[in-house]
Antibody
């Protein structure tokens, strides 16, 4: 069974750093495109970052230069390193697998982990 | 950057048909995907590549895409369909995933 489990969220002060993890089972992370999506409570979905099979990475303008997406093939785990955190980064963070014939949809999602940035 | 526009809310009576639109410049040239999100839960893919359904999604969910508008149609709406729905595309010019603002479906 395909499963994604995020961890690493919590309460952090502005300017701080956190690393989110997304442990995958039922498929191989390195063979798939993967993405992070966030959602401020009560608001809509916002794409954060994606990593592709060859290792290419892409970021939303709001996080570029502060966040880094990566993966550990030996642990079958996706990561999101978040530095210089801001209050506006407060959100639920979901990891998702990119699937489909066109490789553009997010066919499986984790349950999310909450990041709260506050002083 | 590419923008997707959805109505904030749609209301429908049980048993009727709900249509949720997603507008974008020449969206008909892109593959559109739809997600259902119930309160406290992660989003679930209900339609991909304009009109295909993942396994386990009822046939009541269908999609279309042409011109500047994509549409998610839910037939014979049930109380359990009440949720937020989001459309999504891949913007190749920026290499970004783009979501619509979401539509809250209310079953009267």
């Amino acid at each position: 069974e395909l499963q994604l489990v995020e961890s690493g969220g919590g309460l952090i002060q502005p300017g701080g750093s956190l690393r989110l993890s997304c442990a995958a089972s039922g498929f191989t992370v390195s063979n798939n495109y993967m993405s992070w999506v966030r959602q401020t409570p009560g608001k809509g979905l916002e794409w954060v970052s994606s990593i592709y099979g060859g290792g290419g990475t892409y970021y939303a303008d709001s996080v570029r230069g502060r966040f880094t997406i990566s993966r550990d093939n030996s642990k079958n785990t996706l990561y999101l390193q978040m530095n210089s955190l801001r209050v506006e980064d407060t959100a639920f963070y979901y990891c998702a697998r990119v699937g489909g014939a066109t490789k553009t949809d997010l066919d499986s999602w984790g349950q999310g982990t909450l990041v709260s940035v506050s002083s | 950057s590419y923008v997707l526009t959805q109505p904030p809310s749609v209301s429908v009576a049980p048993g009727q048909t709900a249509s949720i639109t997603c507008g974008g410049n020449n969206i008909g040239s892109k593959s559109v995907h739809w997600y259902q999100q119930k309160p406290g839960q992660a989003p679930v893919l209900v339609v991909y590549d304009d009109s295909d359904r993942p396994s386990g999604i009822p046939e009541r969910f269908s999609g279309s895409n042409s011109g500047n508008t994509a549409t998610l149609t839910i037939s014979r709406v049930e109380a359990g369909d009440e949720a937020d729905f989001y459309c999504q595309v891949w913007d190749s010019s920026s290499a970004h995933v783009v979501f619509g603002g979401g539509t809250k479906l209310t079953v009267l």
